[in-house]
């Protein structure tokens, strides 16, 4: 069931968003080589609860505010005292804060030091396939216009798109329906109207889109070992634009 929000609700989701957007601000310049993931987590939470929020994934079970995903893994890495980060990797922090009950949900992947050139590439192109999804994203539209927006410009480059996760509804739990998948062809695929919250999350890879999940359960891997990047906003359809929501003003 796609719950529509109301303007109260969406007020509240984006207050929620913007405090997400200025985690990030003061957050991503502070990190650099020598970090653990542990780390980075623990300058999320110091934040998300000097500011008054919940780290949001703590009512889905998982051990930390931030998933941090280093170079293969694709998503929901945890939070490891002993996992330390160097220079030439690439990070992906996928963050949601509940703020009086509204929840935001944000990803960005962060080069540390000098990254290769594909890895910028790869950064950049899933930057792009989130902004390309996010254009497709109007009311009047359907769900798949997203999924095939997201899809068209990571095939362009020639690279892998993960389809065994995908975007959601979010704003009054960490995920509603409905469903947006990196590809288009699978699922229902309802019309976008007013009212609608959205989190848009390409996971692209250098190589094949296959993944899979380690033992600890959570994290999810690149089926081949090569570098992987998730790019996400949350974003609130209105009749006539698209507002995102996880950017500072
Ligand atoms: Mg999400």
């Avoid at 994203?137 to 995908?166: H, L, P, Q, W």
């Avoid at 009054?172 to 007013?194: A, C, T, Y």
């Avoid at 296959?210 to 949350?234: C, M, N, P």
Wanted: overall charge negative; charged content about 20%; hydrophobic content about 40%.
């Amino acid at each position: 069931m796609i719950r529509l929000k109301n303007q109260k609700q969406i007020d509240g989701i984006r207050r929620s968003c913007k405090l997400l957007a200025a985690m990030y601000r003061e957050i991503i310049p502070r990190i650099q080589a020598g970090m653990t993931t542990a780390d980075i987590d623990e300058l999320c939470t110091g934040f998300i609860a000097a500011h008054g929020g919940v780290p949001a994934w703590h009512s889905e079970g998982f051990p930390g505010a931030a998933c941090v995903s280093v170079n293969n893994e694709v998503i929901h890495g945890i939070p490891s005292k002993r996992r330390k980060i160097h220079s030439g990797d690439i990070v992906s922090l996928d963050v949601g804060i509940n703020l009086e009950g509204y929840i935001s949900d944000s990803a960005v992947t962060i080069p540390v030091g000098e990254i290769s050139d594909e890895a910028k590439r790869l950064i950049s192109v899933t930057e792009e396939c989130l902004s390309a999804g996010i254009g497709a994203c109007r009311a009047g539209n359907r769900i798949a216009d997203i999924s095939s927006a997201v899809y068209e410009v990571a095939k362009a480059a020639g690279f892998g798109v993960v389809t065994d996760f995908c975007g959601h509804g979010v704003g009054l739990k960490v995920h509603e329906d409905p469903q947006i998948p990196n590809r288009p062809g699978r699922g229902p695929n309802p019309r976008i109207q007013q009212g609608m919250v959205l989190a848009i999350e390409p996971m692209i890879n250098l190589g094949t889109g296959d993944v899979r999940i380690l033992d600890d359960d959570w994290t999810v891997v690149t089926a081949d070992g090569r570098l992987s990047a998730h790019a996400e906003h949350t974003v609130a359809v209105f009749e006539d634009h698209t507002e995102i929501l996880t950017i500072e003003e």
